[in-house]
């Protein structure tokens, strides 16, 4: 009798550890890879990158909230409670990065972002899904994209250089990528060469491979010593970036 007991009361136990591992509670409060504090946006509709961590399953349900204020006092510069189709991955493992494309044009300025998750229904009866805490609320730019298209007849400036190198670092954060290791410095009073815009097409190959699967097209991306470097080639550049963002 008291061996039946105890077996009964291992039963139990091991039925209790059961439940508590499939009822383990929300997701982890979420935290992003990207974008990092400040950074800043062209065109306003940024990209997103963050993870959390479940306790069992995957996440499958995101909330997402940008405002003027942080704390999400103000949140009608964009809300959504999503459904998968906008996210990839989705579901999403635990502790995978799932990366989202803001579906809306949001107004230039200081923006504040935050997300929260919520996990699988691991189990039957009453639904156990939890929204998890709201993440850290991260400062982000909107912005114009600066300068505007070269015009025929204009010079090409050294400050053509240096918005985009700016541009493209930000888009290479975006997949964690290192900013690029260009040859030269543009300054005033320095010669523009080749490499100095080629190596900006080359260092858009990256994360352009990991959306599209190819190599960014441009008008500069056969040019070689010799060759002239022409307004289209800057704006070409500038196009990437900008269909980037939108």
Avoid at 47 to 58: E, L, M
Avoid at 73 to 90: G, H, K, V
Avoid at 113 to 126: E, L, Q, S, Y
Avoid at 185 to 196: M, Q, R, S, W, Y
């Amino acid at each position: 009798m008291e061996f039946r007991i105890n077996y009964i009361f291992l039963i139990l136990i091991a039925l209790t550890l059961q439940v508590r591992v499939l009822y383990a509670g929300a997701p982890s409060t979420p935290t992003f890879d990207y974008p990092v504090s400040g950074e800043t946006f062209y065109n306003g509709s940024p990209w997103i990158s963050f993870k959390a961590v479940s306790a069992v399953g995957n996440i499958n349900n995101v909330q997402i909230q940008i405002g003027t204020t942080a704390g999400g006092s103000d949140i009608a510069d964009y809300t959504l409670s999503t459904y998968p189709l906008t996210f990839y991955p989705m579901p999403a493992g635990s502790g995978v990065s799932i990366k989202h494309h803001v579906q809306a044009a949001i107004s230039s300025g200081t923006r504040y972002i935050r997300v929260r998750v919520m996990g699988d229904n691991p189990g039957t009866g009453a639904d156990p899904r939890a929204w998890s805490n709201w993440s850290s609320n991260i400062q982000m730019v909107i912005s114009a994209l600066p300068g505007s298209d070269v015009s025929a007849g204009e010079l090409i400036r050294d400050d053509h250089f240096i918005d985009l190198r700016s541009q493209i670092d930000s888009v290479r954060k975006f997949y964690a990528i290192a900013a690029y290791s260009y040859t030269n410095t543009p300054a005033v009073g320095n010669l523009i060469k080749i490499e100095d815009i080629t190596e900006m097409g080359t260092a858009l190959t990256s994360p352009f491979n990991a959306t599209t699967g190819s190599n960014p097209a441009w008008s500069g991306s056969s040019l070689s010593g010799g060759d002239l470097i022409r307004i289209g080639h800057i704006n070409d550049l500038r196009a990437i970036i900008s269909d980037w963002d939108d």
